[in-house]
């Protein structure tokens, strides 16, 4: 150990345990979660949703705990649990004002209390600090101090983890500023990005992903104008990514934790100061709506050819190359589909069994994976990636199937009939 501090993690997800284990290689380090279930896989080495590996966490000297009482030994508490949405698209802070609560009754002096957790901005300053104050009985900026790190987290990206990437370090005070830069230092290769207002790194952080959900949301439209047209949107994309300054991202689903819930803690912190975000607002629409658009296509192509009846699914986590299949768009689809009385083969070698069941789900193997007629490449998976046209071709109907590519991996030139290729 090369410093004194003894670092708590609230909330042991992506971000609080990947942060947990590499904090753990250079001091002491209490992972809390009030998931007890979780708490007991970790201590037998078990991360469900496979960001840290058995063997990491074998080797992981941090302490896995339901035990609250232990963070107040901690001198730095990272709180990183997630704010999702109600079913009325709202901001659900319940995970947050709990978690700041627990900490709060748990602070001792000139400890400091980092939220690496996604909010509107003015959160911590209207929510976070007047618990932390209210159950403590302690004033922020005297006797405890707080900052916002907020996280960077990409499941599934080899390139951007969580040690490679550029931290946002936002607080007034100077001191607590060096001794969390002190900390994320010794696990980043990365420069760190200060800012002394926790405001402006909120509104960063919401912006950034929200940028994306209205990017895709474009695309998603252009590609069903281009559809409409009869023109290819993966052509259109290589031809317009020519121009030095376009943008580009690819057409399809947005699932998952950040970019479908973040942009919906803008919208509604925009409303609340009467000026609507409409671009904002329209993005999230055009991207919830794309589920149902695929579907529509897809019982087009039935309407066209009414002795199909088997569709197959390639991929049904909510992005590629990660396990988790939470808040998941393929799995919306395939309800849909079941409704269309439709029998639906479904294939993802990064989900097990048993947690696809838990959503309804009946995985096949790859060699179960054969005469289907509409195959749909939702992710594009690396064992995907790695498989040729032709081989997702012999998992088609002898007598003529459809090969939709969501994701343009394929080539559509290696279809031939009786089969057909088509993609967003």
Known sequence: MINNEHVGVVGLGYTGLSLSVSLSKHYVVTGFDNNAQRVVALNRDDDCNNMVSPKLLSECKATWTCDASTLSQCTV????????????????????EQSSKLVGKQLTKETIVVYETTGYPTMIEEVGIPLLESVSGKKEGKDFFVAYCPERMNPGDPLHTLEQVVKVVATPHEPTKNRISQIYKTIMSEPICFTDSIVVAEAAKVL??????????????????????????DDVLKVAQTKWNFYSVSPGFV??????????????KAHKVELPLILAEQSRLINDRMVRYVAQKIIDLIDQS????????????????VSDIRNSPALELIELLKQQRLSIKTHDPYV?????????????????????????????????????????????????????????????????????????
């Open 77 to 96: 508490i990272f709180i990183t649990v997630p704010t999702p949405i109600d079913e009325t698209q709202r901001p659900d802070l319940s995970c947050f």
């Open 208 to 233: 950034e992903n929200t940028q994306r959900d209205v990017n895709i949301a474009l695309i998603n439209e252009c590609a069903q104008l281009f559809d409409r047209l009869g023109i290819s949107t």
């Open 255 to 268: 699932g998952g934790h950040c970019i479908p819930v973040d942009p919906y803690y803008l919208i509604d």
């Open 306 to 321: 009414p002795q199909f009846s088997t569709v197959g699914i390639m991929g049904i986590t909510f992005k590629d190359n």
């Open 352 to 424: 097990s069994h048993s947690t696809a069941a838990l959503q309804g789900v009946t995985l096949c193997s790859w060699s179960e994976f054969k005469e289907i007629d509409i195959i749909i490449v939702v992710q594009a998976h690396d064992v995907y990636q790695n498989k040729s046209t032709q081989d997702i071709v012999n998992c088609l109907s002898k007598q003529g199937g459809v090969l939709f590519d969501m994701k343009s991996i394929y080539q559509s030139d290696a279809v031939q009939l009786p089969h057909q290729y088509c993609s967003l």
